[in-house]
C-alpha cells in the first residue's frame, strides 16, 4: 500500500505535470466515465457523474494516505489502498486492464484510477472533513511535537507498531516507515505505548520525521508492481532486510508478525524490557 511518501509524490506529479504529460490544477472536467461503480463510496455514480463535470481541478493534495483535488465547487478524495494508482494518459491511449474510473479534461488528456484488486476507493463531497474528522495528526505538521506524541503514548498501552500504525493515532505512517522510524528510534515493536519515557517519545517524534522526509526526498519506495519511480528501498536499515546484518551492530536483522503484519527489527538495537513481556 502506497505510504504518505508515495502518496506526497503522487500529489506533487499531478501538482506540477510529469514529463510531457500537463499538471493537472486549472484544467476542467470534460467528462466521467465510472468502470466500476463500487470503486464510489459517495455519491451515487449517477450524482457523481453529474457534479464532477464541469468542475475545474483547483489544487492537489494530501491527508494521511488521501489524495485530495479541491473542485470548483467539491472535493475529489481517493484512497488507493493495497494496489491503487493515479494515471495521467492521452484519450487516445488504450484503456488498461484494471480501469476503474476516468476524468477527461477538456485538453486531450485523462486522470485514470487503475486498481486491480479493487479495495481503492474515491469520495466527491462538499466538506473533506467528513472523510477525515477520525484521522490522527500529520507526522510533518507543526502541531505533532515531540510533547504531543509522548502524551498520546502515555494515555494508551498498546503495543507501539499497532499503535503507529493507528490511522486514528498519526495519519500516513504504515508497515515500511513504521519500522523504520522504531529501528533509528531503538524501540521494540512489541514496547507497550505508556513505557516509552520522554526522551525515548522525543527518539521516536524526530525519527518518524526523518524516515518520512527521507522517503519524500527520495520519491517514495517501489518495492512492489504497484507503485513505481521511488528509490527508498534502497536505503532500508531493515525493513524487508531479514537476516541481513543490522547496519549499526551486525546483528542479523529479525522478522515476526505483529497485528498480522510482518515486523522487521534489531533484537541487539532494540531491545524489548522485561516487563513489557
Avoid at 7 to 15: C, F, G, P
Avoid at 261 to 268: E, F, N, S, V
Wanted: hydrophobic share 35%; with cysteine.
Amino acid at each position: 500500500m502506497p505510504e504518505l511518501p508515495e502518496v506526497e509524490t503522487i500529489a506533487r506529479n499531478l501538482r506540477t505535470g510529469n514529463g510531457d504529460l500537463p499538471a493537472l490544477p486549472g484544467l476542467r472536467v470534460r467528462q466521467v466515465e465510472l468502470l466500476w461503480d463500487r470503486s464510489l463510496a459517495t455519491p451515487s455514480p449517477q450524482e457523481f457523474r453529474g457534479r464532477l463535470t464541469g468542475q475545474r481541478v483547483e489544487q492537489i493534495w494530501r491527508r494521511g494516505k488521501f489524495l485530495v483535488l479541491t473542485l470548483s465547487r467539491d472535493h475529489l478524495l481517493i484512497h488507493l489502498r493495497m494496489s491503487g494508482d493515479l494515471l495521467v494518459e492521452r484519450v487516445e491511449d488504450p484503456i488498461a486492464p484494471h480501469h476503474r474510473m476516468m476524468i477527461d479534461f477538456d485538453v486531450p488528456y485523462r486522470l485514470s484510477f487503475n486498481d486491480p484488486r479493487k479495495f481503492g476507493r474515491v469520495w466527491l463531497v462538499d466538506d473533506p472533513q467528513v472523510v477525515f474528522r477520525s484521522l490522527g495528526p500529520e507526522p510533518l505538521s507543526e502541531e505533532f511535537t515531540a510533547q504531543s506524541l509522548y502524551r498520546s503514548l502515555s494515555e494508551r498501552r498498546r503495543q507501539l507498531k499497532p499503535l503507529l500504525l493507528d490511522q486514528g493515532f498519526i495519519a500516513g505512517l504504515g508497515n515500511i516507515y513504521a519500522d523504520e522510524a522504531l529501528f533509528r528510534a531503538g524501540l521494540h515493536p512489541l514496547l507497550a505505548s505508556d513505557q516509552v519515557s520522554e526522551q525515548q517519545a522525543l527518539r521516536l517524534w524526530e525519527s518518524i520525521r526523518l524516515v518520512l522526509e527521507e522517503g519524500i526526498l527520495r520519491n517514495g519506495a517501489s518495492i512492489d508492481w504497484v507503485y513505481r519511480g521511488g528509490d527508498y528501498q534502497n536505503y532500508f536499515r531493515v525493513y524487508q532486510r531479514t537476516g541481513d546484518p543490522c547496519p549499526v551492530c551486525g546483528t542479523p536483522v529479525a522478522r515476526m508478525v505483529v497485528g498480522q503484519r510482518g515486523t522487521h527489527y534489531c533484537p541487539q538495537c532494540q531491545p524489548l524490557p522485561s516487563q513489557s513481556l
